[in-house]
């Protein structure tokens, strides 16, 4: 399916920048709009609005008879401007920071008719986006599920997002040095020994965890524009839904969403530790929040690999409850 756009004119953003317009990319898959339930997947750093089919990065969970089944959803998904998507960049990425992400959302919502949303989904800084629509439309959602996220950046986020950003900046390979980097937050140190075991790349004459870091370095660079990754950086860092004045607890007390937070337990980005505290906070407030640990050794990652138990978490909500 082609990608689509829609066109937001005088735009002004939190800081105060204006744009006389910015152009939201997006997919839609399964359904029509008006005729099923609405489900917007928030995609992750590097990733897209393609979700599903031949190219999508979540096809193991959504798609034809998958378990955010097409034929009973309309599954949108907008590209995160900024993000390299019809070459689409910003030269000045400190303009905006992800509440602007999340009002512009919103916004393309509004455009393509969608009043309600039965799940608003996403992971790392998708599901970041995903809190900052609902501290916005605190009943917009029936469903809110971060995945490997948080409402915040907290400082461990931050540290490695400045790390990144003078990679960025200094690095004579920026995207491909800046990649390497990430890749080793996004997995664990036992991932790495299961995988590649000290093992060597004869050929190359390195070990292979370095060809395969390499690898990713180039992939990355080959379809992602140095641009784009200072953009999606950026707005990594700037997740954080206490805007205006109000707390944490004011604004989970005014969603009316039912929330599911899903958090990996090896997970060396977004840790499993800082949802346990949003989980703590939350629930003194909100009995609608529930809270779901993958296990697995892949780290932040996980949500990407683990599709079965990712598919156990999920069902319930996407199959049982509509």
């Avoid at 629509?133 to 931050?158: G, R, S």
């Avoid at 296990?295 to 999920?314: R, W």
Wanted: contains cysteine; proline residues 3%; negative net charge.
């Amino acid at each position: 399916m082609e990608v689509q756009t829609l066109s937001i004119s005088n735009y002004k953003t939190h800081t105060g920048a204006s744009y006389d317009l910015i152009k939201l990319h997006y997919h839609r898959f399964g359904q029509a709009i008006g005729t099923a339930p609405v489900v917007l997947v928030n995609h992750s750093l590097t990733g897209d609005s393609i979700v599903c089919g031949d190219q999508g990065w979540w096809n193991e969970i959504i798609g034809d008879g998958q378990t955010i089944d097409t034929n009973r959803y309309t599954v949108l998904a907008f590209n995160i401007p900024g993000n390299g998507m019809l070459e689409q960049i910003f030269s000045r990425p400190e303009d905006f920071h992800t509440g602007d992400i999340a009002a512009l959302f919103l916004e393309g919502l509004k455009l393509l008719g969608v009043p309600h949303l039965f799940a608003l989904i996403g992971g790392s800084i998708g599901g970041g986006i995903a809190w900052e629509m609902a501290a916005l439309a605190p009943d917009f959602a029936e469903y809110l599920i971060p995945i490997a996220a948080d409402w915040k950046a907290n400082d461990w986020i931050i540290a490695n997002t400045f790390l990144q950003k003078r990679i960025l900046e200094n690095s004579k390979n920026p995207l491909e040095d800046a990649r390497i980097h990430a890749m080793l937050t996004y997995r664990t140190p036992q991932s790495f020994d299961f995988r590649f075991g000290r093992t060597k790349n004869e050929e190359q004459g390195i070990y292979n965890i370095e060809s395969w870091l390499l690898h990713h370095g180039n992939k990355l660079a080959q379809r992602f524009s140095l641009e784009a990754y200072v953009m999606m950086n950026h707005l990594l860092s700037t997740v954080n839904i206490e805007r205006e004045g109000k707390k944490i607890d004011e604004i989970v007390q005014e969603i009316t969403a039912e929330i599911h937070l899903i958090a990996i337990d090896s997970d060396l980005f977004f840790t499993a530790a800082e949802d346990q505290r949003t989980l703590q906070l939350a629930k003194s407030i909100n009995e609608n929040v529930f809270y779901h640990e993958l296990s697995s050794i892949h780290g932040h990652d996980a949500f990407l690999i683990e599709n079965d138990a990712v598919i156990q978490i999920l069902d319930p909500i996407f199959n049982s409850k509509n």
